[in-house]
Structures are given as C-alpha cells and as structure tokens.
C-alpha cells in the first residue's frame, strides 16, 4: 500500500466509526422521545395507546379526586379540551387546581383515561413550563397574573418590593 491508499483507509474508517456513532446516538433518542400535546390537539392527534406523550394545560377546576392509597385523578384542559388523567404517586407540594401542569405518560387502551407515570407542577410563583405558557395565551384562557399561575415574569407581589 502506497502512503496514499494509507491515509485513505485510516479517513474511511475515521468517517464510518463516525456514522456508525451518530446512527447508535439517533436510534437511542427516537427511543426515549415523549411529543407534547395540549388537550386540544388529542382530538385531531392519532396516538395508539400506550405511546408515551406529555401532556400540559391547567388542572381543571373542581377535577382533583383522592382515591385509595396514593392514586389522584384529575382532569387537564387548556379551555378547549379536557383530558381525564390517573397518576399513582405523591404529586408535587405546588399541585393545585387551576395551575399549569406537565404530566408524561400514556393512554390506556381499556379505560381510555391518560395513566401519568410522572406530574410536574410549577416549582414557584413565577413559573409555568413555556411551552404549556404559550399555547394557553394562544389559546386565550391564560395571561400573565391571571388564570393559571404567572409564567416567567414578576408577580405583582415582588415587583411591589422591588
């Protein structure tokens, strides 16, 4: 082999050590890949049960229902649509009605409810997941101060202090 046919060889094992990287690292992200929908987008989405999604809106006023042990359900709705959810677990200190919501999980093929095997809330007064902010101000049932929670901005509270 001449110095040429070297350097060629060493360059095409480089750059196929590197595709085959890239391929590995794609295939483990379209496994672990949860989309995000809002209650409003399930009625058009095509989702089988049991893909797992996130779902983010307010919890709706008045849905919180205790049940045995540490099973709560709840309904989620962004003013458009309601989505029943069940999570089994202890929810978040800031869980309450009214409040911007993430739940991840999947749908349930027999009772058609979304089995949430993770709900976050917001962790402060001055925040709601972005993309749950901005598709409820779209959707007008949300504004800063108003509605759900504040999103990230100052609450009348702190801007008073400061």
């Not at 006023?61 to 042990?69: A, I």
Request: no cysteine.
């Amino acid at each position: 082999m001449t110095r040429k046919q070297k350097r060629l060889a060493v360059i095409a094992g480089g750059m196929s050590f590197i595709i085959v990287a890239v391929l590995l690292v794609m295939f483990a992200f379209s496994q672990s890949v949860a989309y995000f929908f809002m209650p409003a987008d399930l009625a058009t989405a095509d989702i089988k049960p049991g893909t797992r999604i996130r779902l983010g809106g307010l919890v709706a006023e008045g849905s919180v229902k205790r049940g045995q042990g540490s099973r709560v359900s709840f309904t989620v709705t962004d003013g458009s649509g309601n989505v029943p959810v069940t999570y089994t677990g202890i929810l978040p200190d800031l869980f309450r009605e009214g409040q911007g919501v993430v739940t991840e999980g999947a749908f349930d093929a027999a009772s058609h409810e979304f089995v949430a095997d993770s709900v976050l809330a917001k962790h402060d007064e001055n925040y709601m997941p972005k993309e749950v902010a901005d598709r409820l101000k779209a959707e007008g049932v949300w504004e800063d101060g108003k509605g759900g929670g504040q999103a990230a901005g100052k609450t009348p509270a702190r801007e008073a202090t400061r």
